[in-house]
């Protein structure tokens, strides 16, 4: 009798817990946009027949359940600290290394060769076609590795950027590794954030310096300029850590002259830095003002250099540091451009021809780096 009444109290709290959260999910209006996590929530998908039997609706379902879950980050926390409390090192696709650093985990086995072999093939127009110089960045797991948990597995972005060099050639590829690799102790990436900071922006100007043959070393710790604390990027709000923030520098270098700067043709500014972003929990967005389909920026340098970049937001804290050597920067970011690329490109393309740079982090590439001919 006990255990009959034992297992009808628990099927009473599991089914009361289900009609309370169930009532709330129906209560609770969706949210569209995560600021903890600075991006788009999935929406509640358009339900028909079709949809349910020939189209991914149960998929697009459950990730709408699970981006508007009932307090999903308080959830995301609690699950957290039961992991901590587990000893886990590894929560939600993210290492928990060393010295407070958040390091996106990227496996071995996600990328097979036929996908690198793939997106490596698109860049053969740009490289042969337009001259381009190619600039892949690795993410900090390759670098910060004393930072990784102890026999933490990552996938080699070395072997990638190999591939990348002998199928372009070393007078289109641009080595940011190797320079990375020697200031592996310094502040070069964000402990809350998967991109590379300023200063390690400006060690791959070095690496862009030396393959241009402009002189390297133009901007130094010394030179930057403290904008923001507290900066707390994309992969603490995966593991909802209560943690120290970030620090967001940049080079005032950059700002000798005044600019003219237009996002998506319509809106202009005279800075290509948006403070607005600084209030906020997208810190990152202060570059570039976040992420934009098309970027013209004039610097009031008379030199007729131009430069296009085809980027991903790895970009947008490098390219500041461009300014001082060329007259127009256009700058493209294919995942909101619509449109052909190579007629967009020919349109901006003065008579003296341009420089093109193809920029973005190792997994960007291999995940998104695509665009129409």
Known sequence: MNEKRSA?????????????????????????????????????????????????????????????????????????????ALQEKEIGGVYLGSDGYLIERHLPGDYSAVQESKKIALLDKLVWEWDAGVMLVPTADNILTDKLPKFAPYYDEKQLLDQVESHVGEEHFIDVYTVLQEHAQEEIYYRTDHHWTSLGAAYGYDAWAAY????GGRYGAEDMELVAEGFLGTLQAKVNLDMAGDSIHYFPETLKRPLKVTYDLKVEKD?????????????????????????????????????????DSYANCFI?????????????????????????????????????????????????????E
Request: charged share 25%; aromatic share 16%; net charge negative.
């Open 8 to 84: 009808l109290f628990t099927i009473i709290v599991i089914a009361s817990v289900i009609v309370v959260f169930t009532a709330a999910d129906l209560i609770q209006k969706d949210r569209l946009f995560s600021e903890t996590e600075n991006r788009v929530l999935a929406a509640r998908p358009e339900f028909s027949l079709e949809a349910l039997l020939w189209e991914d609706y149960t998929e697009k379902y459950e990730a709408y359940l699970t981006d508007q879950f009932v307090s999903r980050d308080k959830w995301v926390a609690i699950k957290t600290y039961m992991d901590l």
């Open 212 to 215: 241009t043959g402009r002189r």
């Open 320 to 372: 500041p540091l461009l300014i001082p050597h060329y007259e127009k920067i256009y700058v493209l970011d294919p995942r909101h451009f619509r449109g052909r690329l190579f007629e967009f490109m020919e349109k901006y393309e003065p008579e003296g021809g341009m420089d093109v740079l193809v920029l973005y982090n190792c997994i960007h590439f291999l995940e998104d780096f695509a665009y129409v």
């Open 271 to 311: 800075t290509c830095y948006e403070a607005s972003h600084l209030d906020t929990k997208n810190k990152y967005g202060f570059f570039l003002d976040d992420n934009h389909a098309f970027v013209e920026i004039e610097t009031g340098y008379p030199n007729h250099h131009t430069l296009f970049v085809i980027k």
